[in-house]
T-cell receptor
Framework: EDQVTQSPEALRLQEGESSSLNCSYT??????LFWYRQDPGKGPEFLFT???AGEEKEKERLKATLTKKESFLHITAPKPEDSATYLC??????????????FGKGTHLIIQP | GAVVSQHPSWVICKSGTSVKIECRSL??????MFWYRQFPKQSLMLMAT?????????EQGVEKDKFLINHASLTLSTLTVTSAHPEDSSFYIC???????????FGAGTRLSVL
């Protein structure tokens, strides 16, 4: 059973057409939820960290929100340069000291001019 | 800031040989480094966590004798795939985190092809 599920898998928008990406998660104790952007052939680039339900963070055309079961990445008036794969990852509280991230499969976003 | 360099970006090797991948934090001290693996159409999967100067902690199902991790300094971690086989062909990517921080910064990844 996947702990992190992202939807949709792919999304094609016109420039300026706002939308939202979803990340639903099932973990016993959420330490943090992370959003990354990944361009082809590159490593994930950090965007946001959210720690508690109700928290919101913004950066340029992006805004991330968090509830107890899911997170949304809202994209307002996107531009072609926003085209990328957006990855969601969760971090659980771990007594063993290993606290890596559990990633979803990502949403491949294409913004057409 | 927070740049992580990974080398090589692409490597082809023969079955049975060993391959070493380097991960360096260029502008910060990485007290913790992580190694992930990604198969086609799948998500990034954590393989192991390493703290500087300590033995790595491996995720369930990851063979520690096959995937040797060394984190001998605050700026360098290495992953050695020993006796590589075609099923080890994958995309390996590292991340690094500084002391007291909870953000992982990722390298660009290494594409390993085992013939």
């Amino acid at each position: 059973e996947d702990q992190v599920t992202q939807s949709p898998e792919a999304l094609r928008l016109q420039e300026g057409e706002s939308s939202s990406l979803n990340c639903s998660y099932t973990v016993s104790g959420l330490r943090g939820l992370f959003w990354y952007r990944q361009d082809p052939g590159k490593g994930p680039e950090f965007l946001f960290t959210l720690y508690s339900a109700g928290e919101e963070k913004e950066k340029e055309r992006l805004k991330a929100t968090l509830t107890k079961k899911e997170s949304f990445l809202h994209i307002t008036a996107p531009k072609p340069e926003d085209s990328a794969t957006y990855l969601c990852a969760v971090q659980e509280y771990s007594g063993g000291g290993a606290d890596g991230l559990t990633f979803g499969k990502g949403t491949h976003l294409i913004i057409q001019p | 800031g927070a740049v992580v360099s990974q080398h090589p970006s692409w490597v082809i090797c023969k079955s049975g040989t060993s391959v070493k991948i380097e991960c360096r934090s260029l502008d910060f001290q990485a007290t913790t480094m992580f190694w992930y693996r990604q198969f086609p159409k799948q998500s990034l999967m954590l393989m192991a966590t390493s703290n500087e100067g300590s033995k790595a902690t491996y995720e369930q199902g990851v063979e520690k004798d096959k995937f040797l991790i060394n984190h001998a300094s605050l700026t360098l971690s290495t992953l050695t795939v020993t006796s590589a086989h075609p099923e080890d062909s994958s995309f390996y990517i590292c991340s690094a985190r500084g002391l007291g921080k909870n953000i992982q910064y990722f390298g660009a990844g290494t594409r390993l092809s085992v013939l």
